[in-house]
């Protein structure tokens, strides 16, 4: 067989999708199923994940996906650090947290001053996020719920167990929990032990490729799936597929994988966990056949979409492609923020949180939206700049070219901008790099590609891209650039 159909579930901090895609050897065409929304619901304790909706969208997702004919086995990926805690019975307690939930500082504080900051970088060799699974555990422990806990399952691999009645750890979204050794490749005992935590609440794991289980019947039947229906372990973590299927052509590429995060970083082969690492604060998270995602979280489109939720909430809406056009028109480098600000972090008035940083930094607030946008996208074309060459520095690798993926590659200006202050040529797409990656881990458990090379191969071959080769005035950005690095 040289040609098959395989579902991608992809849940992202906004919507869901379920996406099917034809893979072979020359062809990798993909449909969409199914679209979601994913809206987060405030309870009086917190901020949590609709994960029974998100349930919900993936069943109708392989029921539409099941209607457009034979589908040979489906793979969910979603955003990486969030979990739900289950019983003995299996049963799930409470709402999963969301990420953005603010309860986590104060334990993030206490898990560094009981561990110390070194000790966690020198085995996880995560980023600090004041979410990583870790310290959202050490918030969780006061609840009445922890007593029950018998097993942490993070989204994706909740939703399989959903699907199939399985239990099992993916492993690049596991290395996102800073529970997870860097240099071994595994759970790490150590810190799960010196955290108090019970190993046994931690499933055996599982690489992309594996497989997960089968349908459970009644799944098949409301999906019209087969019974025996494979899921198909991928890259859970949704930047891990993205990161497959970057169509790079050579070793030496840079990725900014761009949607709701800008994660911007290397592909290594070895983990980086010097103390430098640790003070620039990036992350060696891993990537399917053993790679490393050498990158630091840059908050990404979520300024952008913040802003936009604020404006239309005051019913001053206008649409993207207005805001855009108004953007480029807008005064050159008149605001810029440092957009790693955790005040960005949680839901809420995006321009005003942006004015308040503007003003502390001597800088006056934008007068227009356009403004606004202007300010986000050079800003963080700027934080793409400093972050690749930071990785560059400490990884001794120089990358000589940029690959732009996911959603905010559609995003000309930030692509220019990009290569612009990066001084590198930029290669925008494919914008559905997740879904992608998703698909093409499962063409390969299927025996329809084969290394990761060869799956670039097949995305650079089949799939749309834009080039962008950095134009305008190189000295502006230097100065921007230096102008951000002093306020
Ligand atoms: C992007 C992403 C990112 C994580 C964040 C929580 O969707 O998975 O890699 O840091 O969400």
């Known amino acids: 067989r040289s040609e098959a159909v395989f579902a991608a579930v992809d849940l992202g901090a906004t919507s869901g999708r379920v996406i099917t895609g034809r893979a072979g050897p020359e062809r990798l065409v993909l449909t969409e199923a199914h679209r979601f929304a994913n809206t987060p619901v405030r309870l009086p304790d917190g901020l949590r994940w609709d994960v029974l909706a998100l349930f919900q969208g993936t069943l109708d997702g392989l029921r539409a996906a099941a209607r457009g004919g034979p589908i040979a086995s489906v793979g969910i990926d979603t955003w990486a650090v969030d979990y739900g805690l289950l019983d003995a019975d299996g049963g799930l307690l409470g709402l999963p947290f969301h990420y953005r939930d603010d309860r986590n500082g104060k334990a993030a504080e206490r898990v560094l001053a009981e561990c110390g900051a070194r000790m966690l970088y020198a085995v996880s060799g995560l980023q600090h996020l004041p979410f990583n699974t870790v310290f959202q555990l050490a918030a ?59 190993r046994s609440w931690f499933p055996p794991l599982r690489e992309p ?167 986000v996208l050079e800003s963080l074309a700027l934080a793409h700049r400093r972050t690749l060459r930071e990785a560059a520095g400490l990884a001794g690798r120089e990358p000589d070219r940029i690959h732009v993926v996911g959603g905010g590659s559609r995003n000309e200006l930030l692509c220019q901008w990009t290569a612009d202050a990066t001084g590198l040529p930029v290669t925008a797409g494919p914008a559905e790099a ?11 458990a299927h025996g329809l590609v084969d290394d990761l090379a060869d799956m670039r191969r097949l995305v650079a071959r089949t799939q749309e891209l834009r080039h962008y080769t950095p134009q305008g005035d190189q000295r502006a950005w230097d100065r921007a650039a230096a102008r951000l690095e002093r306020t």
Request: proline residues 7%.
């Open 140 to 198: 969780h422990r006061a609840s009445a719920q922890w007593g029950a806990a018998r097993t942490v399952l993070l989204i994706p691999d909740l939703l399989t167990h959903w699907l199939t009645g399985a239990v099992g750890a993916e492993i690049t979204n596991a290395s996102t929990t800073g529970l997870f050794d860097a240099s071994a490749g595994g759970w790490s005992d150590a810190l799960i032990a010196r955290l108090g935590l019970e």
């Open 209 to 375: 490729g594996d497989p997960a289980g089968t349908l459970l019947p009644h799944v098949a039947e409301y999906t019209g799936l087969p019974a025996g229906t494979p899921v198909t372990t991928v890259a859970s973590h949704d930047t891990a597929s993205a990161v497959v299927a970057v169509p790079a052509t050579g070793p030496g590429f840079a990725y900014v994988s761009c949607g709701t995060w800008s994660l911007a970083g290397l592909e290594l082969s070895a983990p980086v966990l010097t103390e430098e690492s640790r003070a620039a604060n990036f992350t060696n998270e891993r990537g399917v056949d053993g790679t490393v995602r050498y990158l630091r979280n840059i908050m990404g489109m979520w300024l952008l979409e913040e802003c936009r939720r604020t404006w239309d909430a005051r019913g001053e809406a206008s649409g993207l492609d207005v805001l855009l056009g108004e953007a480029a028109r807008a005064r050159p480098f008149a605001a810029l923020i440092d957009p790693d600000d955790e005040a960005f972090l949680p839901p809420g008035d995006m321009p005003s949180r942006i004015d308040a940083q503007l003003m502390s930094s001597g800088q006056a607030p934008p007068d227009s939206p356009g403004g606004y946008v202007r300010c």
């Open 434 to 444: 997740t879904a992608l990656g998703n698909i093409l881990v499962q063409a390969r």
